[in-house]
């Protein structure tokens, strides 16, 4: 596999993530005073390299989704929330995909999902031998999950690539964790791809130009972590807990999702 297509297929993982878990993120006034009082050159240099950077940015992906190669793509929990955002920015690509198959759990299996490129596609009861005929795996599950049937699904020259959204693998160093515009040549050869988090990608892309320039040495982040970064399950939660307060059914929504109400 090509390095600028594994590393397009990550950035297409990497998308549904951040779409379904958007989160808004803020930078320290310490590490912004420290920018904002360099000299005015060093200024103009940093915000040249960060618009050339992202342009650059911009010209790689335009000319990864211009790829033309037909692979067969494994989707591991399309009905949730992540999973349902992969399908989505595969519809958006020019990719080439010979067959999409659709993995779920028995209540899910059976079930049929409408794609506008892809057409109808059953939902098939997950199997890691059904997953391993596939070019290409996403895995939008629990971390849990994930543990326990990625590597069976990626091992071996005839296993699948894995390219997992979840929690997993971001720690271990056997598992490249990619954000493609920056470390993308790490998807070279490898069968098992895990994503960062969605503030980490997000940050990183603006946080990357600065590094190198300035050579950073520590940031603070807040992030305000939007209810759909825990699942279909929590965005549902919400739903109901927000009409049941409305509605006058309750005082207080219950949670069982969140830590709190």
């Given at each position: 596999m090509k390095l600028s297509f594994a590393a397009f297929l990550v950035t297409l993982s990497a998308s549904a993530w951040e779409t379904s878990a958007f989160t808004a993120t803020g930078t320290s006034t310490a590490f912004v005073s420290k920018l904002t009082h360099r000299p005015i050159a060093d200024r103009?240099?940093?915000?040249?390299?960060?618009?050339t950077y992202a342009t650059a940015s911009r010209r790689f992906c335009s000319n990864l989704t211009a790829l033309n190669m037909s692979h067969s793509f494994g989707i591991v929990g399309a009905t949730g929330a992540v999973g349902k955002e992969i399908l989505s920015c595969m519809e958006k690509s020019s990719l080439d995909a010979s067959k999409v198959r659709i993995f779920g759990s028995q209540r899910s299996a059976g079930s049929t999902i409408s794609s506008s490129k892809f057409g109808s596609i059953e939902v098939e009861l997950f199997d890691v031998a059904k997953a391993r005929e596939c070019d290409v795996v996403f895995l939008a599950v629990s971390g849990d999950f994930a543990l326990e049937?990625?590597?069976?699904?990626?091992?071996?020259p005839d296993?699948?690539?894995?390219?997992?959204?979840?929690?997993?693998?971001?720690?271990?160093?056997?598992?490249?964790?990619?954000?493609?515009?920056?470390?993308g040549e790490k998807t070279i050869g490898a069968k098992l791809i895990a994503n960062p988090n969605c503030t980490t990608a997000i940050g990183l892309m603006a946080l990357w130009p600065l590094h190198k320039l300035f050579t950073l040495k520590r940031v603070l982040m807040s992030t305000y972590?939007?209810?759909?970064?825990?699942?279909?399950?929590?965005?549902?939660?919400?739903?109901?807990?927000?009409?049941?307060?409305?509605?006058?059914?309750?005082?207080?929504a219950q949670n069982e999702i969140f830590a709190h109400p």
């Open positions: 103009n240099k940093a915000a040249l390299a960060a618009a049937h990625a590597k069976a699904i990626s091992d071996g296993g699948a690539v894995v390219i997992d959204n979840s929690s997993a693998f971001r720690y271990m160093p056997d598992v490249p964790l990619v954000i493609p515009e920056i470390n972590q939007a209810a759909s970064g825990a699942g279909q399950q929590g965005m549902d939660e919400l739903t109901e807990g927000t009409r049941s307060v409305i509605s006058g059914e309750r005082e207080v």
